[in-house]
Structure formats: C-alpha cells, structure tokens
C-alpha cells in the first residue's frame, strides 16, 4: 500500500524558507506513470494546489508561488522536497504532499500533511 | 488563476440528496474532464471520491456521483448518513500544467 508521509520544521520564522520533505514507501517515485504534488490548507480555509514535479524533473508551479516554490526529487531516497522562500504569516498551513497519475486528473494518494507555523 | 467557486455550505436530512456546485471558466472546467472531488473530515487528509467528472475511485459508495455541464461541475450525494458530513472540494485541470481546486464546501448532515 502507497504511503506518504510529510516531514520537516513546525515552526518557520518571516523571511526564512520552509523547506519540507514527503517520503514516499509502498512505491517508487521514479515510476514515470505518476506525478507528485504538494497542496497546502492555511487554517480553517481551503486547499490551494502548489506544484508538482515527474521524477524526470519537469516541474509545474501556481503562477502566483512560482517566484518563491522550488520542488525537487531524491530518487535514492524516494523523497519528494519543497522548499518556499521569504515566508510570512500568509504562508502558515498544513502542507500536504500527494501522487498525481499521468493523466493528470486526480490525486489519488495523500499524506497525513504537517502543519507549519511561521512565526518570529 | 483564480479558486473554482463552491457555495460555502449545503446540508441534508439523513436519506435525502444534495448537490454541491464547481464553477469554473472555459479554461479550466468546462475546457477538461479532469475534474475531481475530495471528501475531507475536520483534522484528516483529503480523500478521492470522484475523478474524470463522474467515475468512482474503487471503494467509494455508489451514493456518490459526479456530473458536469459547460463551466459547471456537481457532485451529489444521496442517501444522504450521517457520515458524509465534511468538507468537499472540486479541482480541476486549468492547461499548461496547472491546477486548480474550488473553495470547499461544508456538507451538514440535519
């Protein structure tokens, strides 16, 4: 069974860079029928996709993040990474990280997400 | 790239239907078939329900379906338990490799 699980600080200070990692098990992220996203929910509100990545390297970024979102893979470790520049209170949310068939029209696996809170 | 539109809440007696709303544009959802529903509960990860605007995930009750015309996609439960009661989200292809989801909807089972 495709686990995902989400890693990294809970705490972010403004102006720093969160950086996350979801470890994938049960399933190779070098498999080229899937993608791998990351989708993050502010408290209370709704969820916002981030970008997505192939393990071959392409990757796709919200117009509105991409100046700041960087998202990377490990294949030797089947590790899927974020990192968001210059953060601010805006960007408080539970990160969640998730697999996308080639299809392109669904993410049909999810972590359990982690929260990170960016405060001084 | 703006959040599909949803109506902020719905709700339902138990056993009766209800029809939660996506509203996108002609570039997003009524450019693809690629829209999907996510049932999520306070606390807890998002879970596929719908893909390709009306299949069903293996597992998800047949009470769940999805439809759409033109700009707008629907995902209507019926036979409405008490279970059901959460959080639903659209989401939707957008071209060139981007995505995008719809506000939420919070479902009240009465």
Not at chain 1, 15 to 38: A, F, H, K, P, Q
Not at chain 1, 46 to 52: A, D, F, K, Q, V
Not at chain 1, 57 to 85: C, E, F, H, M
Request: hydrophobic content about 30%.
């Amino acid at each position: 069974q495709l686990q995902l699980q989400e890693s990294g600080p809970g705490l972010v200070k403004p102006s720093e860079t969160l950086s996350l990692t979801c470890t994938v098990s049960g399933g190779s992220i070098s498999n080229s029928n899937y993608y791998w996203g990351w989708i993050r929910q502010p408290p209370g509100k709704g969820l916002e996709w981030i970008g997505t990545i192939h393990y071959s390297g392409s990757t796709y970024y919200k117009p509105s993040l991409k100046s700041r979102v960087a998202i990377s893979v490990d294949t030797s470790k089947n590790q899927v990474s974020l990192r968001l520049r210059s953060v601010t209170a805006a960007d408080t949310a539970v990160f969640y990280c998730a697999r996308l068939p080639a299809s392109m029209d669904r993410f049909d696996y999810w972590g359990q997400g982690t929260l990170v809170t960016v405060s001084s | 790239q703006s959040a599909l539109t949803q109506p902020r809440s719905v709700s339902g007696s138990p056993g009766q239907s209800v029809t939660v709303s996506c509203t996108g544009t002609s570039s997003d959802v009524g450019a693809y078939n690629y829209v999907s529903w996510y049932q999520q509960h306070p606390g807890k990860a998002p879970k596929l329900m719908i893909y390709d605007v009306s299949k069903r995930p293996s597992g998800v009750p047949d009470r769940f379906s999805g439809s759409k015309s033109g700009n707008t996609a629907s995902l209507t439960i019926s036979g409405l338990q008490a279970e059901d009661e959460a959080d639903y989200y659209c989401f939707s292809y957008a071209g060139s490799y981007t995505w995008v989801f719809g506000g939420g909807t919070k479902l009240t089972v009465l």
